[in-house]
């Protein structure tokens, strides 16, 4: 756990947890990826960051899936976070904790927020009939659909088999906190968004909360639930617990990785420093658990609500359908970052994919953003650039004009505004699209001022040579730090890409390889800040080659 560091506001972010019981698709890590931004932002920009993800490993369908192939269900789940782990790392995500459910801090926080809810009166004991989905518990048959056999089968998660259990069950009085939760969303109207998921929820609250089950009693994959049907501790003298009592529900074990991985409840001081989050971004099928079920859990406790939980769509196959292995339509990761490298299939992902609601997506897409946006605009303007000062300035860095004689200046003003607001508001797609906004301004003054004209005259000899040597160190030292300033506005979506470009501007990259350490990246974002420092360009090298890829290789 970071050392608290009383200087720098602090900002904690969480992704919701993935399911590891199957190789992850893009689909999987996009919202990983766009948590990953939004941490690097925070780094960059000077804020104390914990970044949190990882994997949710007691459900049902993972226990079963280790007995179909024979395996120890613990060695089968460690083998399938293995591919999690290196999926995220060949896509450059970097969490300050991967926290899993299995880890030993998580079952005694999670253990503790049982004992919480059973000191206020929250939890008792019951009996539940009806359909359970392995992913996520008891359903409701207002939540179910009719597969395509005629069974119900859970909307989240089609392809897997709906089992009708009746057995006894603790519960959590979740139909004592609807009025509580909803004087919460009406104090903060912000604290869910986009706002229509917001307002979904609040029907969902209007229309009348029933009790939930919290535990599984004829299961045993899980972390043992803490209290015997006395009420007294499940815990044995020798240290085991009773199977008897059972597990805890997969769903209220899940939710609590939060508040695990801010320290809770080993290290009270890292918790006091991190607790509230900042940011909890999740996917829409799993809002309630998170705007409902979560928030009651945390009211039960006593402990503080998180400050925002942004709610974002799914990634979409060619038509509409929901992407996923069972349909054979998901993005291989690995196949992505081969074709685009890591930097690009970030940006083709955010810049494909709005992350306030669904989005269509296709391979034809991703190479024609990639070939548009990175190789045509931004990889030609820094090769231009680069190539132009070396061959007419010898290589010599040129500094900008000052922001009251370049019109690239106005335009970069805006274009930052423009971005902070959307990273800061989590609408990436906005925050990538008004850099590119700005790139192109860019390309447009290299075919308005043509510096190789600019060149030719300068060496003509005549009267007016002084005055297009003067324009055309000006219109490149403008084009000089349009590069600067991109590759760092855009270093918490493309991290690699912005050593390699300022390297090439003969400028220091001065964030670490998760962006922690630099200088504050606002201060570093201003036009021509570092304008009189001297010094040479690098050699121009390719950043983006153009693809004729129409297909995933591999």
Request: net charge negative; charged share 25%; glycine share 8%.
């Amino acid at each position: 756990m970071p050392e608290s560091d009383p200087d720098r506001p602090r900002y904690y972010l969480t992704t919701a947890i993935a399911y590891p019981n199957n190789r992850p698709g893009l689909h999987t890590l996009y919202e990983v990826i766009g948590a990953d931004v939004i941490a690097r932002w925070h780094r960059m920009t000077g804020d104390d960051t914990r970044f949190l993800t990882g994997t949710d490993e007691h459900s049902v369908n993972i226990a079963e899936s280790a007995a179909a192939l024979g395996q120890d269900t613990k060695a089968f789940v460690d083998q399938m976070v293995g591919l999690f782990t290196a999926a995220e790392d060949l896509l450059l995500i970097s969490p300050d904790r991967f926290i899993r459910t299995t880890d030993p801090d998580h079952r005694r926080a999670s253990q503790e927020m049982v004992r919480r809810a059973f000191a206020s009166g929250d939890v008792y004991l019951g009996k539940y009939e009806g359909w359970y989905c392995p992913n996520e518990g008891f359903k409701a048959l207002s939540d179910l659909e009719d597969g395509p056999d005629g069974k119900p089968r859970c909307p989240n998660h089609p392809t897997i088999e709906l089992q009708w259990l009746t057995e006894r069950n603790w519960f959590f009085r979740l139909s004592a906190y609807a009025d509580r939760l909803l004087a919460h969303y009406e104090a903060n109207p912000d604290w869910v968004q986009p706002e229509y998921r917001r307002n979904e929820m609040l029907a969902f609250i209007r229309a009348g909360l029933d009790d939930i089950s919290i535990s599984r009693e004829t299961f045993h994959w899980g972390i043992p639930f803490p209290i015997a049907e006395n009420g007294e501790t499940a815990q044995r003298e020798d240290g085991s617990w009773d199977p008897e009592a059972g597990v805890i529900y997969v769903w209220f074990d899940a939710l609590i990785n939060y508040i695990t991985g801010a320290g809770f409840p080993d290290d009270p001081a890292a918790f006091a420093k991190w607790w509230p989050a900042d940011l909890h971004v999740i996917g829409k099928d799993i809002n309630r658990f998170h705007t409902v079920i979560w928030p009651a859990m945390l009211m039960s406790a006593g402990i503080e609500l998180p400050r925002k939980v942004w709610v974002h769509g799914w990634l979409l196959a060619r038509g509409g359908e929901r992407m996923s292995k069972s349909r054979g339509n998901m993005l291989e990761p690995a196949d992505v970052v081969a074709a685009f490298g890591a930097d690009g299939a970030r940006y083709v992902t955010l810049r494909e994919v709005a992350f306030d609601r669904d989005s269509e997506v296709s391979w034809d897409g991703f190479v024609r953003r990639y070939n548009a946006d990175l190789a045509n605009d931004f990889g030609n303007l820094v090769n231009r650039t680069v190539t132009m000062v070396g061959r007419y300035l010898d290589g010599e860095r040129p500094a900008p004009r000052p922001a009251s004689e370049a019109s690239l200046a106005p335009a970069w003003a805006s274009a930052l505004a423009a971005a902070t607001a959307a990273v800061e508001g989590c609408l990436l797609h906005e925050y990538l699209a008004a850099l590119w906004e700005f790139v192109g301004a860019a390309n447009r003054l290299v075919e308005a001022e043509a510096p190789w004209s600019l060149a030719k005259a300068a060496k003509a000899g005549d009267q007016a040579a002084p005055a297009a040597a003067a324009r055309l160190r000006g219109v490149l030292g403008d084009l000089v730090e349009a590069c600067r300033l991109v590759a760092l506005a855009v270093a918490p979506a493309m991290p690699s890409i912005a050593p390699r470009v300022l390297e090439q501007l003969g400028l220091p990259y001065a964030f670490g390889a998760d962006g922690n350490g630099g200088p504050a990246l606002l201060s570093e974002l201003e036009w021509g800040r570092h304008a009189g420092e001297p010094g040479r360009l690098g050699t121009a090298a390719p950043l983006f080659p153009r693809l004729d890829v129409e297909t995933p290789v591999g």
